[in-house]
């Protein structure tokens, strides 16, 4: 069969996407200061007179900012016919997948990055669990002056949804319109698949290296500690106390009713865990609140849906007065 899109596509393969693009900053201290202190990350690289970037942070020079388009300078419309043709031809979905860095010499505070972006390729078409569409891959090159200093892939999927029930707008507004609106789904992958079907019996797996002991969460193909690729599971007590929380209030998003808690909840065990904090008004939430696990049942018209959440025990602070 031929895909006539396709071969159109294929055509903008080794196409601008940006020229002579320009860092609104220089690489600076206090960037690398508060990247570090968001990640954790207390490598003495990054860190006193001979300090270097995170190399990670290679794409963070060339961001936009809030301010966004208008510090994008040369931009060129080749990306934005890309996406009007396969807007067009029903591709109006897109999901970034997944990106690869490649670093070629150390960043240090003073550097002033310049950039290009070009469309690497896009692949044939492909059928995917979301829909049908088109991989694109965009190669971003990072330049200080005249030298290549890193390169920055990205890689979306431009699809079709698989499963259309309205567009985005109409989806927003579901409830208006008095359609239930479905809560997403879950994402199983060989990684997690194990934490999930613990869910599904109610029992909250946490994995275990069996090399150095150290407890995980969330799943992980190998140790954080001690680089171990083998583990068990410990199912966790159900104990645990809201270790911190933000107050979802806008946007709205289809199946949730802001404002409402996400906590941050540290087991008993001492992992920590996303999740939702129920049996409390959101502005009763507290960080040290205790909490017990739960499984929740959200069925809908996709099917049933078993997701842990946490309780507030809020008799326990009560009574010590
Ligand atoms: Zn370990």
Redesign the pocket.
Known sequence: MVDELGARLKTYEGRAAAVAGRGKDPVNEPMIRHWCEAMGDTNPAYAGPDAVAPPTMLQAWTMGGLSGYTGRTGRTGAYDELFDLLDEAGCTSVVATDCEQEYLRPLRPGDEVTFDAVIESVSDRKTTKLGTGYFVTTRMDVRVGPDLVGTHRFRILKYAPAHKKGNGKERREGKREGVRARRPRLVVNRDNAGFWEGVQRHQLLIQR?T??G?LRHPWLPG?N????PDWDTVEASGEGTVYSYVVMHHPPFPAFDPPYAVGLIELAEGVRIVSNVVGVPYDKVRMGLPVRLEFQRYDDEDGPLVLPVFRAQEDREGGAG
Do not use: M, P, Q
């Not at 500690?225 to 171990?228: E, T, V």
């Open positions: 290296c090399d150095c150290t140790c500690a001690c680089g171990g």
